[in-house]
């Protein structure tokens, strides 16, 4: 099955999982998993149906987002994926959907709130939401853009993308990645069920508050720090 058959086999049972999560309609998403020692990484094919794809269709792309093995034309938002491995040697996996909370956010521009503990225990910020595109940028190389438009947000909101790893890109939609295909799906769906939760809680309180610090804390650290009892040993 060639040379990257493990990452491409990565990427299909990956991709498989958004639909089965309800993450995606449609060809609306795509997983890619890498392999930095190689310099390439494995990504659906563009437009083509979940129920249709097959581990030998997965696109082989090096981090420049030209392609090394495949037929099929690789999901339109490889060189995001591509910018996104160039700068981040420990990620694995990256995954985009159009989640409909999670877009929600996205299309209203905002960052999603860190409202609750379900929010904590992932993360101890606010969801960042990177700013719509300028004119230019859309003209351009919109889909590399795309990739500095989510560098930029997490430098500009000083958060490392090893302790957030999620964003929404304003007007578009969510991007999560991690470690491995698994984490980087378990991801935007935390991201998307985090999301409906804080749009819930703003309809039932406009005025709800975030979530103090110290419960913040306590529930990111059970789970995540150098003393987590969450879970067996
Ligand atoms: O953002 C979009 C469409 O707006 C794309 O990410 C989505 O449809 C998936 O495209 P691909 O099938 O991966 O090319």
């Not at 309800?22 to 609306?28: A, D, G, M, Q």
């Not at 909370?101 to 606010?126: K, N, R």
Request: net charge negative; aromatic share 10%.
């Amino acid at each position: 099955m060639g040379k990257y058959s493990y990452i491409k086999e990565e990427a299909y049972e990956g991709n498989l999982l958004l639909p089965k999560l309800n993450l995606v309609l449609f060809t609306w998403g795509n997983v890619s998993v890498a392999d930095h020692k190689e310099g390439v990484f494995a990504i659906k094919p563009s437009g083509v149906p979940y129920d249709k794809l097959t581990i030998e269709s997965m696109v082989i792309v090096d981090f420049e987002g030209e392609v090394i093995e495949g037929n099929l034309r690789p999901s339109s938002d490889t060189p995001t994926h591509a910018v996104l491995y160039q700068h981040w040697n420990d990620v694995n996996s990256i995954v985009h959907t159009h989640s409909t909370y999670a877009t929600a956010w996205a299309q209203s521009q905002l960052d999603i709130p860190i409202f609750g503990t379900t929010h904590a225990d992932h993360t101890t910020s606010d969801i960042p939401c990177a700013p719509p595109m300028s004119d230019e940028m859309i003209k351009g190389d919109y889909e590399y853009q795309t990739g500095f438009q989510i560098l930029n947000i997490l430098k500009e909101k000083k958060l490392n993308h090893k302790e957030m790893e999620m964003v929404l890109v304003g007007n578009h939609a969510p991007f999560t990645w991690g470690e491995s295909a698994i984490k980087a799906v378990y991801n935007s769906a935390v991201l998307e069920n985090v999301a409906k939760m804080a749009y819930l809680t703003r309809q039932i309180n406009p005025k709800a508050p975030k979530l103090k610090d110290a419960l913040i804390n306590k529930h990111y650290e059970r789970k995540h720090g150098a003393n987590a009892y969450y879970g067996q040993k």
